[in-house]
């Protein structure tokens, strides 16, 4: 699977948008972005995934670039509860290996 | 749904003995996912199952770790004899490929395990 890059650490004011990107620039066609959050001392969480086309669901907004070789997600009211470690993952639909690098650790201050 | 359940939630052991994790996964998963995860090397797969049957143990770090999954609704991830270094968080996870498009995997509580 490809690699991704985040940024370690990225700080939001409640109830701004915060915006967290991630490069993947040796991405496959048939590879998708998923992107996961986890909240301290509790399991990862799925938030949302997309191949080419932007999506969006009640957590968040995902944004790929045309040639997918980066994406941003985007939690559009961020709030205290959003505090958490969040993750760029690409992996191909039917590839159960997920590697979850460091990160981006979002901090969401009042 | 519960969801991913998983017992215990802590574990504290001496260093030689046996300890055993359990994992009861999201009924009608057919993906059992065991993960560990360090400070330093952050979160990492360690086996997964399809339909109770071990499909990748290459992240398992040696021998003395083994995992089981006698039915679609456990599956014991043990270690004997524990080592200090053993120490971290123990998640489990399940997913359902089928014809879902999403393919996500939910994650456990976790089991936080220190050898003493």
């Known amino acids: 699977d490809a690699k991704t890059t985040q940024p370690p650490s990225m700080d939001c004011a409640e109830g701004r948008a915060a915006n967290l990107p991630c490069n993947h620039s040796?991405?496959?066609?048939?590879?998708?972005v998923y992107w996961y959050r986890q909240i301290h001392s509790q399991g990862p969480q799925y938030i949302i995934h997309g191949l080419k086309n932007n999506e969006t669901n009640e957590m968040a907004s995902l944004i790929i670039t045309e040639d997918r070789k980066s994406s941003t997600l985007i939690l559009p009211h961020a709030t205290l509860r959003d505090t958490a470690v969040y993750y760029c993952?690409?992996?191909?639909?039917?590839?159960?290996?997920?590697?979850f690098g460091a990160g981006t650790r979002l901090t969401v201050k009042p | 749904d519960a969801g991913v359940i998983q017992s215990p939630r802590h574990e504290v052991t001496e260093m030689g003995q046996e300890v055993t994790l359990r994992c009861k996964p999201i009924s009608g998963h057919d993906y059992l996912f065991w993960y560990r995860q360090t400070m330093m090397r952050g979160l990492e797969l360690l086996i997964y199952f399809n339909n109770n049957v071990p499909i990748d143990d290459s992240g398992m770090p040696e021998d003395r770790f083994s995992a089981k999954m006698p039915n679609a609704s456990f599956s014991t991830l043990k270690i004997q004899p524990s080592e200090p270094r053993d120490s971290a968080v123990y998640f489990c996870?399940?997913?359902?490929?089928?014809?879902?498009?999403?393919?996500?995997?939910?994650f456990g509580p976790g089991t936080r395990l220190t050898v003493l």
């Open positions: 993952i690409v992996r191909s639909y039917n590839n159960n290996d997920m590697r």
């Open positions: 996870a399940s997913s359902f490929l089928g014809t879902s498009p999403y393919n996500e995997q939910f």
């Open positions: 040796t991405i496959s066609g048939n590879e998708y």
